[in-house]
């Protein structure tokens, strides 16, 4: 795939192949003596770049386009054989249909792009990794198979030396084969055809995978995160590497049997099992069970961190003694389940997360919910469980509700989803990841670093903020 025009979202080739297909069906109208040029240059233009898109990959949201010139390239070439052209009333449907064909894939592109990740605003360069550990203490409660023990997949984001020319990570993946793997399941878990997300997998994010780790900035903090419900350590990238960028080590999970899709080294694929009963009660004692295995997730990768051992890249450099649990949805529930049976937690971050299982003991660490504009008549339970763990904790709390926020504007999904508010938000695809950032950016600075001394302003400045200081709620 060829570079995408940033705001067009079509390749220089993709955008020639459109215009030469426009340029196909204006023809027609044209006088007599400007139409033979116009028709064989559009011509001469479309199938140059027809032949360019065979060679470079065609997109599913080029196929209308081609279809649309393929129409009417021969009408558009035997009026220059026969020197005469259909009467208007006759040429004016089959134009309309064309140039409905033709646009139908600018729109195509519009809603599905190849996403474009913002840029860092950070110091720091990022680099990017996949460690894979095998807990030899907890067996897989998702398989029969009594010897199976439990498996994380973690992707690493980290501060990193500059590298302009080295190749950048493959999104959703390590390769294009497994981006196509998740995508397809992501796709697939609800409910829309695989190719809708083939923008994803043709994604580069900035992370240089495997480059060398910063020489300045001393100890990182370290920032676990899992992922919503079927979500993937990957759904949250521009997330990830704008807190890498600004000096801090992101740790994102894969929950096999819960994430959409799980490749492991050996080159296994784990599909979800986590699927809904239909039953409320029933679904909310298992959401508590799944919650229960993703907090102990988080735990495990963050024991495996503390023992990187000599020789590693990242040895030497995590500072495990300033840890943030973060997480989005379920993952946001695993986040607050973790911090509470993990005192190596020092602060939570829950993404638009329903808090899940037991609400004892109290949060000691400080807490930041986002979430979207959430009212008793959208979600009963949501708000009164929320309230009750932020005021229960023996920290100062914060809820910061996003104004035009949706449940996924706190994933990657702005960037690469129609922008339809109820799915994405109206914060736009530009907006969306920079609110989520700069925010949580604001809290972890300054209960991990010492950053602002007045929180509550500075969060403020986001969207409507509410305090939760211990012992008097509110």
């Excluded at 609800?190 to 809708?196: A, K, R, S």
């Excluded at 508590?288 to 295995?293: K, L, P, S, V």
């Excluded at 051992?309 to 607050?336: F, N, Y």
């Excluded at 660490?365 to 979430?371: F, I």
Aim: hydrophobic share 45%; net charge negative.
């Amino acid at each position: 795939m060829t570079e995408i025009i940033t705001g067009l979202n079509l390749s220089t080739v993709e955008l020639l192949t459109v215009l030469a297909a426009f340029a196909l069906v204006v023809a027609r109208w044209l006088p007599a003596v400007a139409r033979p040029r116009v028709t064989v240059a559009a011509g001469a233009v479309f199938l140059a770049s027809a032949i360019a898109l065979c060679a470079t990959g065609i997109r599913w949201q080029l196929l209308p386009v081609l279809a649309g010139a393929v129409v009417v390239a021969p009408f558009a070439f035997f009026s220059l054989v026969r020197g005469g052209r259909a009467r208007w009333w006759l040429a004016l449907p089959g134009s309309v249909a064309c140039v409905g064909l033709i646009a139908a894939g600018p729109v195509a592109t519009w809603a599905f792009p190849v996403p474009a990740f913002p840029e860092l605003t950070g110091d720091f360069a990022v680099g990017t990794r996949v460690l894979q550990w095998t807990d030899p203490e907890r067996p897989e409660t998702f398989t029969a198979v009594p010897d199976d023990r439990r498996t994380v997949v973690a992707q690493l984001w980290y501060p990193a030396l500059s590298s302009p020319d080295a190749p950048r990570a493959q999104y959703l993946g390590r390769t294009e084969d497994e981006a196509r793997t998740v995508s397809s399941a992501l796709a697939a878990g609800v409910g829309l055809p695989g190719f809708l997300l083939d923008g994803a997998v043709c994604a580069r994010t900035h992370a240089v995978p495997d480059a060398p780790v910063a020489a300045a900035g001393g100890r990182f903090p370290v920032v676990l995160f899992s992922p919503g419900s079927s979500g993937v350590r990957s759904q949250n990238t521009a997330w990830a590497e704008e807190l890498a960028s600004h000096g801090y080590v992101v740790a994102a999970l894969d929950h096999p049997y819960d994430s959409a899709a799980v490749v492991l080294a050996d080159g296994r694929t784990i599909t979800t099992a986590t699927v809904s009963s239909g039953d409320r009660d029933t679904d909310d004692k298992l959401g508590d069970e799944w919650t229960a295995i993703r907090a102990a997730d988080l735990s495990f990768v963050l024991t495996r961190l503390e023992g990187l051992e000599r020789g590693d890249p990242l040895a030497g450099r995590l500072d495990t003694g300033r840890v943030a649990a973060t997480g989005h949805s379920m993952g946001g529930a695993a986040a607050l389940q973790a911090a509470r049976l993990d005192h190596r937690i020092d602060a939570v971050i829950d993404l638009d997360g329903y808090p899940r299982g037991p609400l004892s003991p109290a949060l000691d660490q400080p807490t930041l919910a986002l979430t979207q504009a959430v009212t008793p008549d959208t979600d009963p339970r949501y708000l009164p469980q929320l309230t009750e763990v932020l005021t229960r904790g023996t920290a100062t709390n914060y809820r910061l509700t996003i104004p035009g926020a949706a449940h996924l504007t706190f994933m990657d999904g702005p960037l690469y989803l129609p922008p339809v508010p109820s799915i994405v938000g109206s914060l736009g695809r530009e907006e969306s990841p920079h609110v989520v950032a700069a925010s949580t950016l604001v809290f972890l600075d300054s209960v991990l670093r010492n950053g602002s001394s007045d929180l509550a302003s500075a969060l403020s400045a986001y969207g409507e903020l509410s305090v939760f200081r211990p012992g008097n709620g509110r």
